[in-house]
């Protein structure tokens, strides 16, 4: 393995001045057919664990790499500055429409999946629905809630535009298992069509 440090032009939101090697964190690529990116990643601020996830882009895997905007960042004035997601798994649907999942640490689902939507890859619209949650079945019908679920990220069919599962990780057991400890493992999800 070599280090690659490809540069990072950092934006006004996206900015994270704690390393020169850290600046992109848990990205989550598309490829298009000319080589370019876009991509999600973490990048906003660096106090915060969420630091939310913005849109990168580049002219090929090499770099160098571009910040904008976070995705989902609230319009309105006094709206909460920061969506609070992080771990971005980001894809294009059959119709070529852009889809994130994510880690969500705010509103109604704490410590469970978002999903945001976009036509072109800028503009994004985040969700208030839960896209999992912190509850999970398993085969034999049985309902565990667990603390923490994260990390998200999709196994596709063979055209590579339908989901077929569902990975995450997941910590702590909620019943009788402290909350301070961090052992998760993964969970693999079978999604209906």
Same mark, same amino acid.
């Given at each position: 393995?070599?280090?690659?440090?490809?540069?990072?032009?950092?934006?006004?939101?996206?900015?994270?001045?704690?390393?020169?090697?850290?600046?992109?964190?848990?990205?989550?690529?598309?490829?298009?057919?000319?080589?370019?990116?876009?991509?999600?990643?973490?990048?906003?601020?660096?106090?915060?664990?969420?630091?939310?996830?913005?849109?990168?882009?580049?002219?090929?895997?090499?770099?160098?790499? $571009?910040?904008?905007?976070?995705?989902?960042?609230?319009?309105?004035?006094?709206?909460?500055?920061?969506?609070?997601?992080?771990?971005?798994?980001?894809?294009?649907?059959?119709?070529? +429409?852009?889809?994130?999942?994510?880690?969500?640490? $705010?509103?109604? +689902?704490?410590?469970?999946?978002? +999903?945001?939507?976009?036509?072109?890859?800028?503009?994004?619209?985040?969700?208030d629905t839960?896209?999992?949650?912190?509850?999970?079945r398993t085969?034999?019908?049985?309902? +565990?809630?667990?603390?923490?679920?994260?990390?998200?990220?999709?196994?596709?069919?063979?055209?590579?535009?339908?989901?077929?599962?569902?990975? $995450?990780?997941?910590?702590?057991?909620?019943?009788?298992?402290?909350?301070?400890?961090?052992?998760?493992?993964?969970?693999?999800?079978?999604?209906?069509?």
């Amino acid at each position: 393995w070599a280090a690659h440090n490809a540069a990072i032009a950092p934006s006004a939101v996206m900015n994270k001045t704690w390393g020169p090697n850290r600046m992109l964190d848990n990205p989550s690529a598309v490829f298009f057919a000319n080589g370019s990116l876009l991509m999600a990643s973490r990048g906003g601020d660096p106090t915060d664990e969420a630091w939310s996830d913005g849109v990168v882009t580049a002219p090929s895997w090499t770099g160098p790499y $571009t910040q904008h905007g976070m995705i989902g960042q609230p319009q309105s004035a006094g709206a909460q500055a920061s969506p609070q997601v992080e771990d971005p798994f980001v894809w294009r649907d059959a119709r070529g +429409h852009f889809h994130a999942l994510f880690h969500k640490l $705010t509103d109604e +689902h704490p410590s469970a999946g978002g +999903h945001a939507y976009s036509r072109d890859g800028w503009a994004w619209t985040l969700t208030d629905t839960a896209a999992f949650t912190t509850d999970v079945r398993t085969d034999d019908g049985a309902t +565990h809630a667990f603390f923490r679920r994260e990390r998200p990220h999709l196994l596709f069919d063979d055209d590579g535009t339908t989901p077929l599962a569902l990975f $995450t990780s997941l910590t702590n057991w909620s019943s009788g298992a402290p909350t301070d400890t961090d052992k998760a493992f993964t969970f693999a999800q079978s999604i209906a069509s």
